[in-house]
């Protein structure tokens, strides 16, 4: 079968690869000879992490030296049953501990003991954070209430959204700058999702049809792209299914049924997961970590890494010391369990797209390409897909709202730069020249919070003031930003299309060499611009030729070109400067083969060349 695990993909269609591995630190366990506890959970904050263990401790570690920055227990005979989270609005922390009892602290704090706390009127599942928003609180009976609202009443009512149903997942998503969260509920052997959006609250419910499915539900993950849920769920056998769900769903009564089509499979027939879990590196991959036990009873555990579009394994790395199955995803690393550590593991993402997987796309350098974090959710305004980046704890002065654990003033910060929400009031009522030099200034900063998403809203700003100025086109800020690695057409769609109307050349050219997914009327509505270019016209454009130098003796082309003009004026220099002395011109015969001449100039040729790597153009045949 050609999804065999075996199977591996040539050198050249190796597009995601695992790269250098560390400890970050040592699990907690129950002492002894006896294996350690799974994390309860990890909360990424820029270049740290959060990790709560199954006992009583949370603590703060910095991912780049592996070391703890802070570290909080909960009392004796108390036990944290909901993992610690960053709440982004303010800087804090927040868990719950025995299921009800709320507790905020921020890193400066010291003892729990003396940090605020509430108690509510129902159990806790899960806290999730969200970008700009106050973090989501999921009860254990499917309410949804963001943190502000319940802490100004702790004690109010917590109404039932079912009674016999258990969740087993849940994930928070930001559509259109409005929160919501996705989870899964199991009862009698039936799954059920439900879709919970805020602001205003909407609550959706689906059934997932299990068809001949027989194997066991071990994971799940979601990606958010057009309005668009979708859940992959990984069973015991390897299989992993895809599930659309439809954010824009009618208020009926009438419960869907959502069906599920097999989107890979990541192991070969006859070898079951123990445990496992998934994980969306990017569009077009994932990773799977879990404990797998052949028909031979060979049990070997590992981590691996596959491309969903092409269903081809990319790497793998074993897991000896024995791992709980547990993943996470964060920038462009790995969290796994291995034995008693918490391993960090660099991995790689490349284009997926069939030029690559021909090998017709040069590898950059590692070294020349900046390494982007990606969360697949987000959505844009417009509903379409936007990578969610870095989280960041904002400035103590920064906060919408006073630090609920705060106890005394906090002293003069420094200076700061330039934040997003300053450039984006600039380009709202600036020059373009302004604009550009507050953007290069915003770019080169050592640390840009929010790098995707900062990016994404700089552009649609300049997009929204292009529509509403005509006069307005900063050429130059949209081709910095075209060039910035790991864009693509979904996370800018209008990007291309002021480009197409101002036939900014340049820019199409960088899109269209950046951008993988770009659609097929876009790719025609370029070509048909550049073909109705004059030569004469690009000529004047400071374009990069180097794509097409090894197909088109650019200085061969032009000298032949000038000495053909000479002849056909009757005059030529070298023959005047080798004869100058004879009072007649002995005119030279150049017969010139046009057939091994380029068509079209070299300018052209390079807008040209993008069209012969496009996935697109291809054909079977």
């Known amino acids: 079968s050609r999804l065999a695990y ?36 990890l909360e990424p904050d820029r270049d740290r992490v959060l990790l709560t263990d199954r006992g009583r401790t949370v603590t703060l570690y910095e991912v780049s030296d592996q070391k703890p920055l802070g570290c909080w227990s909960v009392k004796q005979g108390q036990t944290i049953t909901c993992p610690a989270v960053c709440n982004f609005e303010t800087g804090e ?131 958010l792209t057009n309005k668009t849920v979708t859940l992959l769920c990984l069973y015991s056998n390897g299989c992993v299914y895809q599930v659309p769900i439809p954010l824009q769903q009618s208020e009926s009564e009438e419960q869907h049924i959502l069906p599920k089509s097999l989107l890979t499979r990541v192991e070969e027939s006859g070898s079951v997961f123990k445990q496992a879990s998934i994980a969306v590196l990017d569009k077009d991959h994932i990773a799977v970590t879990g404990c797998l036990d052949s028909p031979d009873r060979n049990i070997k555990e590992r981590v691996s890494l596959w491309n969903i579009k092409f269903q081809t394994l990319q790497d793998s790395k074993e897991l000896p010391l024995g791992s709980t199955g547990q993943c996470w995803c964060y920038r462009d690393r790995l969290f796994v369990t291995h034995g008693k550590e918490l391993k960090v593991i660099l991995y790689k993402c490349e284009t997926s797209s069939l030029a690559a997987a021909l090998g017709k796309i040069k590898s950059t350098p590692t070294s020349e390409t900046k390494s982007l974090s990606v969360n697949w959710n987000m959505i844009q305004e417009d509903g379409l897909l936007r990578v969610q980046p870095d989280q960041s704890v904002p400035a103590k002065g920064e906060s919408k709202r006073l630090l609920r654990s705060r106890r005394t003033t906090g002293t003069k910060t420094q200076p700061e730069t330039l934040t997003v929400e300053q450039l984006l009031l600039i380009i709202k009522n600036s020059s373009p020249n302004v604009i550009e030099e507050k953007l290069m200034n915003f770019l080169s900063s050592a640390q840009i919070p929010d790098f995707q998403v900062s990016v994404g809203n700089i552009i649609s700003a300049l997009m929204n003031r292009c529509e509403a100025e005509p006069t307005f086109y900063p050429s130059n800020c949209l081709v910095q930003l075209a060039q910035i690695q790991g864009l693509s057409y979904s996370m800018c769609p209008g990007l291309m299309t002021v480009a197409l109307e101002k036939r900014d050349v340049c820019l199409l050219q960088l899109c269209l060499q950046q951008f993988p997914d770009i659609p097929e009327a876009v790719t025609c509505a370029c070509l048909r611009t550049f073909l109705s270019i004059a030569d004469d016209s690009l000529e004047e454009m400071n374009m990069n030729i180097d794509s097409v130098s090894g197909y088109i003796d650019i200085a061969h082309n032009r000298k032949t070109e000038n000495q053909s003009q000479v002849i056909q004026n009757g005059f030529s220099s070298e023959v005047l400067e080798e004869n100058s002395c004879d009072a007649q011109l002995t005119q030279k015969s150049h017969a010139i083969d046009r057939s091994k001449l380029c068509p079209v100039g070299p300018q052209k040729a390079t807008l040209l060349y993008p069209f012969s790597t496009k996935e697109k153009f291809y054909s079977d045949g």
């Open 6 to 41: 075996g199977r591996r993909g040539n050198s050249r269609a190796k597009m995601a690869a695992f790269c250098e591995e560390f400890t970050l630190c040592t699990l907690a366990g129950l002492g002894g000879s006896a294996p350690p506890q799974g994390p309860l959970g």
């Open 93 to 223: 922390f927040v868990l719950i501990h025995d299921d009800k009892v709320l507790q905020i602290w921020k890193e400066d704090d010291t003892n729990l003991d003396k940090v605020f706390k509430a108690t509510l009127s129902a159990d806790v599942y899960r806290i999730h954070s969200v970008p700009r928003a106050e973090p989501l609180v999921l009860f254990k009976n499917g309410a949804v209430k963001s943190l502000d609202v319940l802490l100004a009443a702790p004690q109010q009512e917590i109404k039932n959204v079912f009674s016999n149903e258990v969740i087993r997942w849940s994930e928070a998503f930001m559509e259109v700058e409005k929160p919501g969260v996705v989870f899964i509920t199991e009862q009698d052997g039936n799954c059920f999702i439900y879709v919970q959006r805020c602001n205003p609250y909407v609550l959706h419910k689906f059934k997932l049809d299990q068809g001949d499915e027989s194997s066991t539900l071990l994971s799940f993950a979601v990606y």
